[in-house]
Nanobody, 125 residues
Framework: VQLQASGGGLVQAGGSLRLSCAFS????????MGWFRQAPGKEREYVAA????????YYTDSVKGRFTISRDNTKSTMYLQMNSLKSEDTAVYYC???????????????????WGQGTLVTVSS
C-alpha cells in the first residue's frame, strides 16, 4: 500500500487550499484514513480522520469548522479542504491509514501506517 499526498503550497492567512492523498496497492475501502501535520520544531499531531465508508468524519478541535475531510472511494483518494487558514496551520501535512476495524483513538498516531511523504503548507500572515 502506498499513499501520495499533494496540494500543499504558500497561501495568505484567510485563504484556502485543498490537499489530496492518492492511495494505491490495495483495497481503499478497507481503511480508515487520516491527516496529520508536523509544524516546524513540533511533534506530529492528528488533524482529521474519515471512516472507510466516508460516512463519519472526525476533527481535532483547532480545525473544526475550517477544515473538511472527504474521500472518493471510486478514485481511491482522500481530500482535506482547508479554509480560513491561519499561520499556525503552517506544517507538513501527512496522510496515513489504518484498518477499518481498529478501535484505537484516532489521535493515536501509532495506530496509523503507510505514511505518505507529506506536503508542505505555508500560511503567511
Amino acid at each position: 500500500v502506498q499513499l501520495q499526498a499533494s496540494g500543499g503550497g504558500l497561501v495568505q492567512a484567510g485563504g484556502s487550499l485543498r490537499l489530496s492523498c492518492a492511495f494505491s496497492g490495495g483495497s481503499f475501502t478497507s481503511y480508515t484514513m487520516g491527516w496529520f501535520r508536523q509544524a516546524p520544531g513540533k511533534e506530529r499531531e492528528y488533524v482529521a480522520a474519515i471512516s472507510a465508508s466516508g460516512q463519519s468524519t472526525y476533527y481535532t478541535d483547532s480545525v473544526k469548522g475550517r477544515f473538511t475531510i472527504s474521500r472518493d472511494n471510486t478514485k481511491s483518494t482522500m481530500y482535506l479542504q482547508m479554509n480560513s487558514l491561519k499561520s499556525e496551520d503552517t506544517a507538513v501535512y501527512y496522510c496515513a491509514l489504518r484498518p477499518y476495524y481498529y478501535s484505537y483513538a484516532l489521535s493515536r498516531e501509532r495506530s496509523f501506517g503507510s505514511w505518505g511523504q507529506g506536503t508542505l503548507v505555508t500560511v503567511s500572515s
